[in-house]
């Protein structure tokens, strides 16, 4: 359809599902060699098939994002098999908590931080390190509209989006002088698994919070994202870097 990644390999984490899967779908339907990296091996594995039946071209990794060691070897497979790094999602995230900071459950805090927030960090150290060898290199973390505008009773998912765009600004002051581009998106209402999940947990009608949480009176789909993961992907958006792209239907401007 564009061609704006034809030939360019993609590494995204938490691709087995959501927005990442849109992702990599839509990177291998245009051309990309992609690497579909999860935790969930079962999920990762059937949207890697998905892909190939498609005439995709994907592999699969099995990595926990909070883990150095996996990282490491997760961007090491993604070279190993396709030669290079053009562009990695670091999109991988636990569900938001849903208590205020006098009742937090410190094991669950843990557990969200060291994945959406310090597994940010860990996945940019080692695609860095790839892409300065290189000298060009493409980088978008997800952040959240929860990292722009706190939602209450969501302590540590707030505290690691709000992060996640600090680490993004500071990466791209450091990197962009040597080719490497570095951006976040923030998405809004994103119809997937996690967000239904979160309204059954909550009791909250699909409807009536969508209408809350965006101007256009809908949640986005998640392959609306994906487009936005393609252009910063792509040689479109040559000249932004340490930029937060919101993708939230207007919430943030509510």
């Known amino acids: 359809m564009y061609g704006l990644v034809n030939g360019k390999v993609a590494l995204i984490t938490g691709a087995a599902m959501g927005m990442g899967a849109a992702t990599a779908e839509l990177f291998a339907q245009e051309g990309a060699k992609v690497v579909i990296a999860d935790f969930n091996v079962e999920k990762g594995l059937?949207?890697?098939?998905?892909i190939k039946a498609a005439g995709g071209d994907a592999s699969f990794v099995k990595a926990d994002v909070s883990k150095e060691d996996q990282v490491e070897a997760m961007v090491?497979?993604?070279?190993?098999?396709?030669?290079?790094?053009?562009f990695a999602l670091n999109n991988a995230a636990l569900t938001p908590d849903d208590k205020?900071?006098?009742d937090m459950d410190m094991n669950y805090f843990n557990r969200l931080i060291s994945v959406d927030l310090q597994g940010v960090a860990l996945c940019m150290k080692y695609e860095l390190k790839q892409m300065v060898a290189q000298s060009y290199g493409s980088i978008v973390n997800t952040s959240s509209v929860s990292g722009i505008r706190p939602q209450p009773a969501t302590p540590a998912y707030c505290a690691a989006k709000f992060g996640v765009i600090g680490l993004t600004k500071c990466a791209a002051m450091d990197y962009s002088p040597l080719g490497i581009r570095i951006n976040a998106v923030a998405p809004g209402a994103i119809?997937?698994?996690?967000?239904?999940?979160?309204?059954?947990?909550?009791?909250?009608?699909?409807?009536?919070?969508?209408?809350?949480?965006?101007?256009?009176?809908?949640?986005?789909?998640?392959?609306?994202?994906a487009h936005v993961h393609m252009f910063l992907a792509s040689d479109l958006s040559s000249y932004m870097t340490g930029a937060v792209v919101s993708v939230d239907g207007g919430y943030t401007a509510m």
């Open 76 to 86: 090491k497979f993604a070279v190993d098999t396709y030669g290079k790094l053009d």
């Open 100 to 102: 205020p900071v006098a």
């Open 191 to 225: 119809d997937t698994p996690m967000l239904r999940g979160a309204l059954e947990q909550f009791n909250l009608e699909p409807v009536s919070y969508a209408k809350q949480l965006s101007m256009l009176g809908r949640f986005a789909q998640a392959k609306e994202v």
């Open 46 to 50: 059937e949207e890697t098939e998905k």
